[in-house]
């Protein structure tokens, strides 16, 4: 090819209104994702391993790929969603990726998203990690609040940002290909901990004449008003002083966990989930730190640098 002849046309361009793409996985969030596509008309092939759960979504437009090399070769495009990293794995196994740009919407860790990105990268894909932040009912539907994280090649999201804006909202956070699964688990882990105090506050009141329905909307709007205080938490680590703005100190705190222990004593309530972060105060308050409040805690669970199980 000399100088002035004209590159080779690439048919699968992400130029078009509406790109072509590949879905590997059609499970629930596999399955809401091509939905999503196909009713904003972007031109979906899919594979599953079970071939049946694929062909369901034959009759709404999809094209059907009768192996994951087959789905692949079919688009440049290709998202792929299934159980764990070790599916992606599974199912990627001697397949050609040479050109392709694979977006993992499998959940994983950080470790996995990193390993999967450099596997990707080995063998000529660029990659982006995602992390979905909603679930199967939410994609699609544009006033849900569903978005995911996405991390890894920059050049691979700006250049799909459209397309990949169609199930739900796009939030990219770096191209570490490790962020998108950091920032996913870590809103889940911090909904865990909510959903545990919420277990034990219904556990409090479940013997008594509380209907647990009137009692929901007082939970939801109480957490609702507490939110907020984590950007009081993010200003002192960032300041590296926890005693910023303190508006409910440490020793106060830990003399009012008595009051709730004895409470779930009272009504027969196991502690079990309130006592290990009491643990973590009491200790924090043991080392000084009485005229701060919680943030301390972030210290004592930072296992590399020192933290509680070091
Ligand atoms: P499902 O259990 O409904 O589907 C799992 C999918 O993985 C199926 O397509 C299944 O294929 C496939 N699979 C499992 N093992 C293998 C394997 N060894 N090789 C090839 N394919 C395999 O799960 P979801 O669709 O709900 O979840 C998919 C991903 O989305 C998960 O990582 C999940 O954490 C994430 N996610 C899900 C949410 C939800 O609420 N559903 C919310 C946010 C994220 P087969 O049909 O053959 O079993």
């Not at 199967?136 to 569903?146: E, F, L, Q, R, V």
Request: with cysteine; aromatic share 6%; hydrophobic share 45%.
């Amino acid at each position: 090819m000399t100088d002035k002849t004209p590159a080779p046309r690439i048919p699968l361009t992400p130029h078009t209104p509406h790109t072509p793409l590949t879905v590997l996985g059609a499970g629930a969030m596999g399955t809401a994702l091509v939905r999503a596509w196909l009713a904003a008309g972007h031109p979906v092939t899919v594979w599953n391993r079970t071939p049946a759960r694929a062909e369901a979504l034959a009759a709404e437009g999809a094209t059907v790929a009768r192996t994951a090399a087959e789905a692949v070769s079919a688009n440049r495009l290709v998202i792929v969603c299934l159980l764990d990293d070790a599916s992606v794995g599974a199912a990627l196994d001697g397949v050609d990726l040479t050109g392709r740009d694979l977006v993992n919407l499998t959940t994983g860790t950080p470790a996995d998203g990193r390993t999967r990105a450099a596997w990707a990268t080995a063998r000529g894909a660029r990659f982006l990690d995602g992390g979905i932040m909603a679930v199967p009912p939410m994609i699609g539907d544009t006033d849900s609040g569903g978005y995911v994280f996405y991390s890894g090649s920059s050049a691979l999201f700006t250049e799909h940002r459209d397309t990949l804006a169609v199930p739900a909202g796009t939030r990219y956070v770096g191209e570490d290909p490790g962020f998108a699964a950091l920032h996913d688990v870590a809103l889940l882990s911090a909904m865990t901990g909510m959903f545990a105090g919420v277990s034990h506050a219904f556990a409090l009141i479940r013997r008594e004449d509380i209907a647990p329905g009137d009692f929901a909307p007082l939970l939801a709007s109480w957490l609702t008003a507490m939110a907020p205080a984590v950007h009081l938490t993010a200003e002192q680590l960032e300041r590296g002083d926890y005693s910023h703005g303190v508006v409910s100190n440490l020793a106060m705190q830990v003399a009012g966990n008595a009051t709730l222990l004895r409470t779930a004593e009272e009504q027969g309530v196991s502690t079990e989930l309130l006592t290990p972060y009491m643990g973590l105060m009491e200790r924090w308050l043991a080392e000084g730190h009485g005229e701060e409040d919680g943030t301390g805690v972030v210290e004592l669970l930072d296992v590399g640098r020192g933290g509680a199980g070091a």
